[in-house]
């Protein structure tokens, strides 16, 4: 794994066209790697497969944003042969690792409880998601993002035990103006679930809007 988060993040930098490397959009981004900037806020909505997800971000230095996310889903965490309804409340976390001109790189964490509901009984876990993200701006109103999403999640007692998804893909935000973006994102890839000797395809497909005020 420590191999393969570099190489992927750096497989992905090389395969964009130079004309990509341009200009740093506006300045910020909810998907990608650059920070709100400290004391900005920024309203964040997102709808698609597999649920509809409100947060609230904060920008508490430069380099690190704080937030909160809550989130319903009509998918379970992306299954694609599974839609049992559920609930998550996370953190909202974004620490930007490094920054150039060109492109910029930032690592996710947004821990917090989950409920599924599957015929009449509830499923409680934990997800302690993390994730890595590079940001590459194309032009000043555009923000491609390309990322490794690793939203590892337990659920107690008997039933599914620990799951392992490993997720890749990418994503973009169109700014309208200087406040206001939106966006699209994609995140394919197995989970694996070791009680089970059982492997899951997992999407997670979403558009939205972000507004920074």
């Not at 409100?54 to 009509?74: A, P, V, Y």
């Not at 007692?157 to 169109?174: K, N």
Request: glycine share 16%; aromatic share 14%.
């Amino acid at each position: 794994m420590k191999r393969l988060v570099p190489g992927f993040l750096l497989a992905c930098f090389l395969a964009l066209p130079g004309t990509a490397l341009a200009q740093r959009g506006q300045g910020w981004s909810i998907l990608a790697a650059d920070t709100l900037g400290r004391g900005n806020t920024a309203f964040s909505g997102q709808i698609g497969w597999p649920g509809l997800t409100l947060g609230l971000l904060h920008g508490g230095s430069e380099r690190f944003d704080i937030g909160g996310k809550f989130t319903f889903n009509w998918g379970r965490e992306g299954w694609v042969r599974f839609t049992d309804p559920g609930i998550k409340f996370q953190a909202w976390m974004r620490l930007m690792l490094a920054q150039t001109n060109n492109v910029s790189l930032a690592l996710t964490f947004q821990p917090g409880p989950l409920f599924y509901f599957d015929n009449g009984d509830t499923d409680v876990g934990l997800a302690l998601p993390v994730g890595f993200v590079v940001g590459i701006p194309a032009g000043s109103a555009v923000m491609v993002n390309l990322g490794l999403d690793l939203p590892f999640h337990v659920y107690f007692g008997e039933g599914i035990g620990p799951v392992f998804p490993i997720l890749v893909g990418g994503g973009l935000e169109y700014f309208i103006d200087r406040s206001l973006a939106i966006n699209f994102n994609v995140r394919m890839g197995p989970s694996l679930i070791p009680d089970f000797d059982a492997t899951e395809f997992t999407l997670e497909a979403l558009m939205g809007v972000a507004y920074r005020f």
